[in-house]
């Protein structure tokens, strides 16, 4: 259960990214029934203001490296530095050793590199820094295209807008979706995206200009239940179907069979955890036809079978009390 999580700021901070951490994981949102977390903001020195990028502002942390160790979840913000105190990098291992869940935002997945938490791992970081992050780290495994990377106790996040999905994933794996969900609609942002143990997700859906797909997807959100093919795809898009998979492929980082399977499974899991719809019933509302088919495509794409999936998230949303954070 993720009950404590401390934040590392460093000079050169990002302040967007850092406060996307802030908004996820420091606010206190419990007149929603959401669980509040020990959060704790940590610098190189309590009350030492670290410097910002090109904002002229400060920012000061309440405590030094000695509070983050210990917590159950250590994030990195984002920073323009690349050379790095040894005495935080060394923070980092001792939470690492502790068994500390760490998460990165954009840069600060170099942070961890150059403490060594990198290697042999599977990461990301925003695409412009792709190439310098696997030059200094050749032994790490960088997914570019990706958002985020989920690699078990290591979570990082792409640039910028990017850490928001991160953060709401991590929020969902550790405290269910009812959490994320809930956080997601103060922030006024889409629910987390798909992306289950060791899986990177798909781009979501970007803003729509006025020529674009957005009314096709629209309507296959609408119509999941359906059988889809690109030929009638391409027609109610009114475009050959060439230029409709081309542009589907650009508008959305994926291929349309694997964009529609992606949101059945999406729909699948929020009909597990909101409903008491058996696994039939459940296959034909999301498009899948038949149990067997939920269960193969829920597998591969979460790691988890539905059945236990609906367990797990059912125990945090009956257990109550019992399943929530403390103040």
């Not at 903001?41 to 990028?53: K, L, N, S, W, Y």
């Not at 500390?100 to 961890?112: E, R």
């Not at 036809?289 to 939920?294: D, E, V």
């Amino acid at each position: 259960m993720l009950r404590s999580v401390s934040v590392l700021v460093l000079d050169e901070l990002a302040v967007f990214e850092f406060g996307v951490l802030c908004e996820v994981f420091g606010l206190d949102r419990s007149d929603d029934g959401l669980p509040v977390l020990d959060w704790t903001v940590c610098g190189v020195e309590a009350g030492q203001p670290v410097t910002t990028r090109n904002i002229g502002v400060t920012i000061t942390p309440d405590r030094g490296l000695d509070a983050l160790p210990g917590a159950d979840l250590v994030c990195v913000a984002a920073t323009g530095l690349r050379e790095y105190p040894p005495e935080a990098l060394d923070a980092l291992r001792e939470a690492r050793a502790r068994g500390a869940i760490l998460l990165s935002v954009c840069s600060g997945v170099f942070v961890l590199g150059a403490a060594g938490l990198l290697d042999g791992r599977r990461c990301t970081v925003h695409w412009k820094h792709a190439a310098e992050l696997r030059a200094a780290h050749p032994g790490t495994v960088v997914e570019e295209d990706a958002l985020y990377v989920d690699d078990g106790d290591l979570i990082t996040g792409a640039g910028t807008a990017a850490g928001i999905d991160a953060c709401l994933y991590l929020v969902r794996r550790e405290l269910g979706g009812s959490v994320a969900n809930g956080i997601a609609r103060r922030m006024v942002v889409p629910p987390q995206r798909e992306g289950g143990q060791r899986q990177f997700v798909e781009l979501p859906v970007p803003e729509c200009t006025g020529d674009s797909l957005a009314p096709v997807l629209s309507y296959l959100i609408e119509n999941l239940d359906r059988e889809h093919t690109v030929t009638g795809l391409a027609r109610r898009a009114a475009m050959s179907e060439r230029t409709f998979a081309r542009r589907f492929v650009a508008e959305t980082g994926t291929t349309p069979h694997r964009w529609i399977s992606a949101q059945r499974v999406l729909h699948a899991r929020t009909l597990l955890e909101e409903t008491d719809l058996g696994m039939d019933a459940i296959a034909t509302r999301a498009g899948f036809g038949t149990a067997a088919l939920l269960r193969h495509h829920f597998r591969r794409a979460l790691g988890v079978a539905p059945a236990d999936y609906r367990a797990t998230f059912r125990c945090e949303r009956e257990c109550g009390e019992d399943a929530a954070v403390p103040a």
